[in-house]
């Protein structure tokens, strides 16, 4: 038993470095892309089989998640593929029509080392009990050109529904960013940070646009009238300012959930390495440590002098026999965790 205990975590990394490896010799150019729908999948099990057999004979990459109550999907699909993928997914009769956002900016490796497709009880999780309130009764949409005008209009509050180290690289001018790890508490901290703008319009906003769908509902359900939110996500918001000529009032970064971690929307660098905590850095990291696996933002000199640790400990542990690694980790892992502002974070879109 105590064998198997220190040897998984191993394995599970020599099989991520492996898995990196192989996506990094496959040099096929591809897409990167996104989308959700709120949908009746009776059979998410069955469901989830039919999409994986086909998305990979076309070589997908990607994070899923299936539940009965919709899809939400981040891929990596080869170029060649596309007109087959694009064509077989609407024509599945729960995806027909379904938007795609397309990534602002493609990375030099694929955003996604491997497909994953995993059957949830919800497509994002934000604790709350769905049948207590009716999640149907979602706020309007805005376009790009829309937002822009809250942003400016005294009258609006725009409220950022993302955690606090997505807004910390990247947000829109003047919104309101609570300081959240988690959807979840998103969701319980909002409702409450927004009293005092209850006579204001308001103006939500998330990286695809999954998370205001079901945020825009809640604060209705919490009293809140006039709520709308951004169609698409800051993915889609970049996507018109380039298209439209718009003046781009995102400041900064829009994090995303796949290995390139970021998109530049702005030029600007709204961010400190937290490191050395001087600094502009909006660069995120995860430790190379990989029990911690903290998400840090790191500036070039502080990475390359830590060697893409988060710290010195972890540096040290992971030089460890991996036989004493997981137990001198655990204890330090906790000391390390109460000094971070950020959680080990997992995705969460
Ligand atoms: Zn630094
Ligand atoms: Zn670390």
Not at 13 to 19: A, E, G, H, N, P
Not at 223 to 248: C, M, P, T, W
């Amino acid at each position: 038993m105590a064998q198997s205990s220190t040897t998984t975590p191993l394995r599970d990394l020599r099989s991520r470095v492996q898995k990196r490896a192989d996506a990094a010799a496959d040099t096929r150019p591809r897409v990167t892309l996104s989308f959700y729908r709120y949908v009746q999948i009776p059979d998410p099990e069955s469901f989830k089989t039919r999409l994986l057999d086909k998305w990979q004979a076309f070589g997908c990459l990607g994070r899923v998640y299936v539940a009965q109550e919709g899809i939400n999907a981040q891929m990596s699909v080869p170029t060649e593929y596309w007109p087959e993928f694009d064509a077989w997914v609407q024509h599945q009769p729960e995806l027909t029509g379904i938007p795609y956002k397309m990534a602002v900016e493609e990375g030099e490796l694929p955003s996604f080392f491997k497909l994953m497709i995993k059957v949830k009880d919800k497509i994002v999780a934000d604790g709350l009990d769905d049948s207590s309130f009716d999640v149907t009764d979602t706020g309007a949409y805005l376009t790009a050109a829309q937002m822009n005008e809250y942003v400016t209009d005294p009258d609006a509050i725009v409220v950022d529904m993302r955690n606090n180290y997505e807004s910390e690289v990247g947000h829109f001018e003047s919104a309101l960013t609570p300081d959240v790890v988690t959807f979840k508490d998103e969701l319980q901290k909002t409702p409450e940070l927004l009293r005092v703008h209850k006579n204001k319009k308001i103006a939500l906003y998330c990286t695809g646009g999954i998370r205001c769908e079901k945020a825009s509902a809640w604060l209705k359900h919490n009293g809140f009238s006039d709520v709308r939110h951004l169609k698409g996500g800051i993915i889609d918001y970049a996507h018109q300012v380039k298209e439209q000529g718009l003046e781009n009032k995102f400041r900064g970064k829009n994090f995303v959930f796949d290995e390139r971690l970021g998109e530049r929307v702005g030029e600007e660098i709204i961010s400190t390495c937290h490191l050395c905590k001087s600094q502009k850095s909006d660069t995120h990291y995860h430790c190379q440590n990989q029990i911690c696996h903290t998400l840090f933002i790191g500036c070039a000199g502080c990475v390359e002098k830590k060697k893409g640790y988060c710290s010195f400990v972890c540096r040290q542990i992971d030089r460890l026999p991996a036989s004493t690694k997981k137990t001198v980790a655990r204890h330090y892992n906790l000391k390390i965790r109460k000094r971070r502002p950020f959680q080990k974070t997992r995705p969460q879109r």
